[in-house]
């Protein structure tokens, strides 16, 4: 993870003033900015759902366990509240005294998208082609990969 000036681990964010103060720069050109790159994608039928969460999950998970991990809780028809709890709680480090990897601030927000259906057509899509892993909730130190 390469870190800001040795302090954050990202190029966007709101707060992190200490990191916008040079007075010669716009705020789109500071070091950190809160413009944000922004990537417009077309949603069809094939999407099954879009996650959006912050480093404090990107930095424990890679996409692809991400990916693992909420489609075998979709198969299940978990709530996608409980999903998103779950993932915190696996990105989670199991002591956070000494910093480091899971022991950052998390936010995730999981959209369904179930293009008319019910959450059991969407189930039954994360089911039938399911991955090869059950991603339960353990340290992140035990099975994840850092990108």
């Not at 990537?39 to 990916?67: H, M, P, Q, Y």
């Not at 028809?77 to 696996?90: D, N, S, Y």
């Not at 990897?101 to 936010?107: P, Q, R, S, V, Y």
Request: glycine share 4%; aromatic share 4%.
């Amino acid at each position: 993870i390469l870190l800001l000036i040795g302090n954050l681990a990202l190029s966007r964010a709101l707060g992190d003033f200490i990191f916008k103060r040079n007075t010669d720069k716009r705020a789109e050109e500071q070091v950190v900015t809160a413009a944000p790159d922004v990537v417009c994608k077309t949603v069809n039928d094939d999407w099954e759902f879009i996650l959006i969460a912050c480093d404090g999950i990107w930095d424990v998970l890679s996409n692809e366990e991400v990916l693992k991990f909420v489609r075998v809780r979709v198969a299940q028809q978990m709530p996608p509240e409980t999903i998103c709890e779950e993932l915190m709680t696996r990105c989670l480090a199991p002591n956070c005294q000494m910093g480091g990897l899971g022991c950052d601030n998390m936010t995730v927000v999981l959209c369904l998208l179930l293009h008319g259906q019910p959450y059991s057509v969407l189930a039954s899509k994360c089911s039938k082609n399911p991955i090869n892993s059950d991603l339960s909730p353990s340290p992140p130190n035990e099975t994840s990969s850092s990108k």
